[in-house]
């Protein structure tokens, strides 16, 4: 079982970017599944995750500017990362489960 997640990039502030990550050897409905990132000389942190029954949680500070959202068909979570700021830039990892991370994708914002 793996996930590989793409679509970062560079993006000035206030710009958006949809990020992907697609599951390989299990459904994306199967676990908990979710992103998290990581800043430069800073811990990981959880961004937003939904639950197998479809109940999503984000966190305070992406909450109304982030959407998670999955495609059980296409084995693919996603994540809209809208009016973003120079710290969201960070590299953003999926994990299902707790246990299972795909190798994460870098999101630059610049001001």
């Known amino acids: 079982v793996q996930l590989q997640a793409s679509g970062g990039g560079w993006v000035q502030s206030g710009g958006f970017r949809k990020l992907s990550c697609v599951a390989s050897?299990?459904?994306?409905?199967?676990?908990?599944i979710g992103w998290f990132r990581q800043a430069p000389g800073k811990e990981r942190e959880r961004v937003s995750c939904?639950?197998?029954?479809?109940?999503?949680m984000y966190a305070g500070s992406v909450k109304g500017r982030f959407t998670i959202s999955r495609d059980n068909d296409k084995k693919t979570l996603y994540l809209q990362l809208n009016s973003l700021k120079p710290e969201d830039t960070a590299v953003y990892y999926c994990n299902a489960q707790g246990t299972i991370w795909g190798q994460g994708t870098q999101v630059t914002v610049s001001s």
């Open positions: 939904v639950s197998r029954s479809g109940s999503a």
């Open positions: 050897g299990f459904h994306v409905d199967t676990y908990a």
